[in-house]
């Protein structure tokens, strides 16, 4: 099965900071890749897929980059509804398996 | 807009069975593959089954294998998950998820979820 790996587990932050969160994927996966944010108590909510392409209605503060083995989503400008948690999700051939979540907190 | 409906979860004992439902609305339910995945309390999610847009593919990870059965029925619009010998650690949210098209297999839209609790 394939791993994925997010770096940090949590972050702190300030609205308007520019934050990176890190995923690794065990081996090649490729650019099938989705990011998902989810608020406490609700379901995940698509940002990105395909590494990098921006799912209808994100705001564009949001980006991902990579290919292979390493991603990366950019939160350009924190703002007050992105303290949230981050789940990177790799869909290339099964089991499609999900980062342990990335928690970016108020500092 | 697209809606998952989620419902069916419930407090079981281990060893007991449950079926959770998925009502889809708003867009052509037999169009989409469809998948199910978990959240235990306080972890991440766990993808762990997955179903083709007839019904005849269906995968699922080691952890629910031979325990779990995923269904539809695309007159209904609903997608089902057959849950037996449960488990203690089976206790999660259950969401099912839409797979999204255009040649890329992520969950574009989610239901919000449905809680099974595997306790005696």
């Known amino acids: 099965d394939i791993q994925m790996t997010q770096s940090p587990s949590t972050l702190s932050a300030s609205v308007g900071d520019r934050v990176t969160i890190s995923c690794r994927a065990s081996?090649?996966?490729?650019?099938?890749l989705a990011w998902y944010q989810q608020r406490p108590g609700k379901a995940p909510k698509l940002l990105i897929y395909?590494?990098?392409t921006l799912e209808s209605g994100v705001p564009s503060r949001f980006s991902g980059s990579g290919s292979g083995t390493e991603f990366t989503l950019t939160i350009s400008s924190l703002q007050p509804e992105d303290f949230a948690t981050y789940h990177c999700q790799h869909y290339h051939g099964y089991p499609w398996t999900f980062g342990q979540g990335t928690r970016v907190e108020i500092k | 807009q697209v809606q998952l409906v989620e419902s069916g979860g419930d407090l079981v004992k281990p060893g007991g069975s449950l079926k959770l439902s998925c009502a889809a609305s708003g867009f052509t339910f037999r169009d989409y593959y469809m998948s199910w995945i978990r959240q235990a309390p306080g972890k991440g999610l766990e993808w762990i089954s997955y179903?083709?847009?007839?019904?005849?593919?269906?995968y699922y990870s080691d952890s629910v294998k031979g325990r779990f059965t995923i269904s539809r029925d695309n007159a209904e619009n609903s997608l089902y998950l057959q849950l037996k010998s449960l488990r203690a650690e089976d206790t999660a949210v259950y969401y099912c998820?839409?797979?999204?098209?255009?040649?890329?297999?992520?969950?574009?839209?989610w239901g919000q979820g449905t809680l099974v609790i595997v306790s005696s």
């Open positions: 179903i083709s847009s007839t019904g005849s593919t269906k």
């Open positions: 081996q090649s996966i490729n650019n099938w």
């Open positions: 998820a839409r797979v999204g098209q255009s040649g890329s297999s992520h969950f574009d839209n």
């Open positions: 395909k590494a990098s």
